[in-house]
C-alpha cells in the first residue's frame, strides 16, 4: 500500500493557491490600469470638445475656419455609408453562415472555407482599403462615393458577422430542430421559424459589433481616398462624401497648424460616441426583447 505524503500535498495546494491569488491580482491591476488610461483619455475628449459642441456645430459645413466648422456633412456621410454596410453585411453574413452550419458538406472544402473567415477576420482594415482600391474605385470605377466606402467597409466586418451567426446557429439547441421535423416541416421552414428566432440575439451582438468597428474605421476610407475637403452634403449612395473618423482624423493633422483643430476633432469625438452607444443601445433593447420572447 502506498502513502501519500500529506505535507507534499499540502504544500503543492499552498503553492497553487499562491499562484492562483497572484494572477488574480496581476489581471486585477490589468483592468484597473486600462480603465484608468480609458477614463483619462475621455475626461480629456471631454474638457476639450464638449465647450464646442453646440447646434451650429451639429448642422453646420465644413469650413477652414474653426469657428464657423461644422460636421453636417460628416454625420450624413455616415449614415449614408451605414445604408450599404448594413443591409450588405446582414444579408451576405447571416446567409453564408446559415449555408455553412446548415447546408454545407463537412469536409476539406467546409473546413478550408471556415478557416479563411477565421483568418479574415484578423486581417489588418488598410488591407481591405487597398482592396477597396482596386476592386471598386478603380476596376469597377465607383470613385470615392459613399458606395465604394460602404462596399469597402462591408468587406471588413463581413467575416465578423459570418463567425458570430455561426456561433449564434451552433448554439441552438438540437432538440428544438429535430422536433421541427418531427413535426413535419421541412429544412427551410425549421431555419426560418425556428433556429433564426433562436439565435438572433447571438446574431444582432455580432452585427452590433460589425457596425460599431465599420463606423469608427479610418484607415479604408483614407486608403480609397475619402477627402474631408468642403464638399456639399451627401444626398445618397452615389455621392461623395466624408465621415466622422475622417474628419477627426484630418482635424487632428492639422491642429500642429491650427490649434482649435484639436478643440473641433475632440468635438467630433465626443458626437461619434454619442451615437455608437446610441446604436449600441437600441440594438441592446432590440436583442433583449427577442432573448425574452425566445
Given at each position: 500500500?502506498?502513502?501519500?505524503?500529506?505535507?507534499?500535498?499540502?504544500?503543492?495546494?499552498?503553492?497553487?493557491?499562491?499562484?492562483?491569488?497572484?494572477?488574480?491580482?496581476?489581471?486585477?491591476?490589468?483592468?484597473?490600469?486600462?480603465?484608468?488610461?480609458?477614463?483619462?483619455?475621455?475626461?480629456?475628449?471631454?474638457?476639450?470638445?464638449?465647450?464646442?459642441?453646440?447646434?451650429?456645430?451639429?448642422?453646420?459645413?465644413?469650413?477652414?475656419?474653426?469657428?464657423?466648422?461644422?460636421?453636417?456633412?460628416?454625420?450624413?456621410?455616415?449614415?449614408?455609408?451605414?445604408?450599404?454596410?448594413?443591409?450588405?453585411?446582414?444579408?451576405?453574413?447571416?446567409?453564408?453562415?446559415?449555408?455553412?452550419?446548415?447546408?454545407?458538406?463537412?469536409?476539406?472544402?467546409?473546413?478550408?472555407?471556415?478557416?479563411?473567415i477565421a483568418n479574415l477576420a484578423g486581417v489588418p482594415s488598410i488591407v481591405y482599403g487597398i482592396l477597396g482600391l482596386t476592386i471598386f474605385v478603380r476596376a469597377l470605377d465607383f470613385g470615392n462615393i459613399v458606395l465604394?466606402?460602404?462596399?469597402?467597409?462591408?468587406?471588413?466586418?463581413?467575416?465578423?458577422?459570418?463567425?458570430?451567426?455561426?456561433?449564434?446557429?451552433?448554439?441552438?439547441?438540437?432538440?428544438?430542430?429535430?422536433?421541427?421535423?418531427?413535426?413535419?416541416?421541412?429544412?427551410?421552414?425549421?431555419?426560418?421559424?425556428?433556429?433564426?428566432?433562436?439565435?438572433?440575439?447571438?446574431?444582432?451582438?455580432?452585427?452590433?459589433?460589425?457596425?460599431?468597428?465599420?463606423?469608427?474605421?479610418?484607415?479604408?476610407?483614407?486608403?480609397?481616398?475619402?477627402?474631408?475637403?468642403?464638399?456639399?452634403?451627401?444626398?445618397?449612395?452615389?455621392?461623395?462624401?466624408?465621415?466622422?473618423?475622417?474628419?477627426?482624423?484630418?482635424?487632428?493633422?492639422?491642429?500642429?497648424?491650427?490649434?482649435?483643430?484639436?478643440?473641433?476633432?475632440?468635438?467630433?469625438?465626443?458626437?461619434?460616441?454619442?451615437?455608437?452607444?446610441?446604436?449600441?443601445s437600441t440594438a441592446i433593447i432590440i436583442r433583449n426583447k427577442f432573448q425574452q420572447r425566445y
Open positions: 500500500m502506498k502513502y501519500v505524503d500529506v505535507t507534499q500535498v499540502q504544500k503543492r495546494m499552498n503553492g497553487r493557491i499562491l499562484k492562483n491569488n497572484s494572477f488574480k491580482v496581476l489581471f486585477l491591476l490589468a483592468t484597473i490600469f486600462g480603465l484608468i488610461v480609458l477614463g483619462v483619455l475621455i475626461a480629456q475628449v471631454l474638457t476639450d470638445g464638449l465647450s464646442w459642441i453646440n447646434w451650429d456645430f451639429i448642422s453646420g459645413k465644413l469650413s477652414t475656419d474653426a469657428n464657423r466648422a461644422g460636421i453636417m456633412g460628416a454625420i450624413l456621410g455616415t449614415f449614408w455609408v451605414m445604408v450599404v454596410v448594413a443591409p450588405v453585411t446582414l444579408i451576405i453574413g447571416i446567409g453564408s453562415a446559415i449555408y455553412l452550419e446548415l447546408y454545407a458538406k463537412k469536409g476539406r472544402v467546409q473546413s478550408f472555407i471556415q478557416t479563411n465604394a466606402g460602404g462596399l469597402t467597409l462591408s468587406l471588413l466586418v463581413l467575416p465578423i458577422v459570418i463567425v458570430a451567426a455561426q456561433e449564434a446557429i451552433r448554439s441552438v439547441p438540437q432538440h428544438l430542430s429535430e422536433a421541427s421535423y418531427g413535426m413535419g416541416a421541412t429544412k427551410w421552414q425549421t431555419i426560418k421559424n425556428i433556429i433564426l428566432p433562436a439565435a438572433l440575439p447571438g446574431i444582432l451582438t455580432g452585427a452590433i459589433l460589425a457596425l460599431s468597428r465599420a463606423i469608427g474605421e479610418t484607415a479604408p476610407l483614407t486608403v480609397i481616398g475619402i477627402p474631408a475637403l468642403l464638399i456639399p452634403f451627401p444626398g445618397g449612395i452615389f455621392d461623395k462624401f466624408t465621415a466622422l473618423p475622417m474628419q477627426i482624423y484630418y482635424w487632428t493633422l492639422d491642429s500642429s497648424l491650427v490649434e482649435e483643430y484639436a478643440n473641433l476633432a475632440a468635438a467630433t469625438i465626443v458626437v461619434l460616441l454619442l451615437l455608437l452607444f446610441i446604436l449600441n
